[in-house]
């Protein structure tokens, strides 16, 4: 194997990404590189590393055992080089670097999870931080988290990811919703009783879909989605019930067009965590932004 000089980490860039996007075809979009030039690249690491790195073709992109190696170590590899930066920055009374940070979505209307209020807090003038921010369901960023693809994620997790730290920060209320137009929505909650909610299209959250049945005793899902949004969309167009946090619902519920369902009865609260990997628990900037968080 040849020695690996500066142009590599480069070129392990374009392999994590081609990795990351599952095949070309994405990586092409994230790159805004043509086929052929990711091809070259990926034939050029391949050479340096004196193996072949994956199996592709039209319709199949796999690692090998070699590429699988380097894809883990070269994750490793840039966690070591982003924490090279922080130190160095560090000792000279500044944060720099990039953090990698993901969130569930339908939060942005919560004073407490809402992350912009955080960002407002922790971006100081002695603060040099490149925000790489991205949105997924609790299951993938608690899976990024621990693979080291994510420094810090927040949601409602498992709290089961090994090596990871789970920090409490609020518990947010769910409600049961319909729109207008939905036969429930007129209907007083005395005389809404579980036949009728049995009856109703139900619309789930896809990484929850028992959780939500149970939660109601419903038989059947009608709908699914990932993202609070399409929830939203979902119960506003006036045919299916489902749970929304009550500070994104309150916007419709306060016009008219959505109202909450026997809140006594099917209201809940998740508990939302800040999580990061015990190991990057020292970071400079992990501290800051759970400083960030909770001040």
Avoid at 168 to 196: A, M, T, V, W
């Amino acid at each position: 194997m040849r020695r690996l000089d500066n142009i590599d980490l480069r070129l392990l860039r374009v392999f994590m990404t081609l990795v990351d996007a599952g095949g070309f075809a994405g990586a092409q979009i994230a790159l805004n590189l043509s086929q052929s030039t990711l091809s070259t690249h990926l034939a050029d690491l391949e050479k340096r590393l004196g193996g072949q790195l994956c199996i592709r073709g039209r319709k199949a992109f796999r690692l090998t055992d070699l590429g699988q190696a380097t894809y883990e170590a070269a994750t490793r590899l840039f966690i070591d080089v982003e924490n090279f930066g922080h130190r160095v920055a560090a000792a000279n009374g500044r944060l720099t670097g990039r953090l990698r940070l993901g969130i569930v979505d339908g939060v942005i209307t919560s004073r407490e999870l809402g992350l912009q209020h955080t960002l407002n807090r922790l971006m100081q003038p002695d603060i040099d931080v490149v925000i790489d921010l991205t949105q997924a369901t609790p299951l993938e960023l608690e899976k990024a988290v621990a693979e080291g693809r994510r420094d810090a994620v927040i949601g409602p997790f498992s709290q089961q990811a090994p090596g990871i730290v789970y920090r409490s920060l609020y518990r947010e209320l769910n409600e049961l919703y319909c729109g207008k137009g939905h036969p429930l929505f007129d209907r007083p909650d005395r005389l809404i009783d579980q036949s009728d909610i049995e009856r109703a299209n139900l619309s789930v959250r896809a990484y929850r879909q028992l959780d939500d049945l149970y939660r109601i005793g419903h038989s059947k899902v009608s709908a699914s989605v990932h993202q609070m949004e399409a929830q939203a969309m979902l119960i506003l167009s006036g045919h299916y019930i489902g749970f929304l946090p009550k500070h994104m619902a309150e916007i419709w519920s306060n016009a008219g067009q959505m109202r909450a369902i026997k809140p006594g009865r099917f209201g809940f609260h998740s508990q939302h965590f800040l999580a990061f990997r015990q190991s990057e628990a020292d970071r400079p900037i992990i501290r800051a932004l759970l400083a960030a968080l909770v001040s």
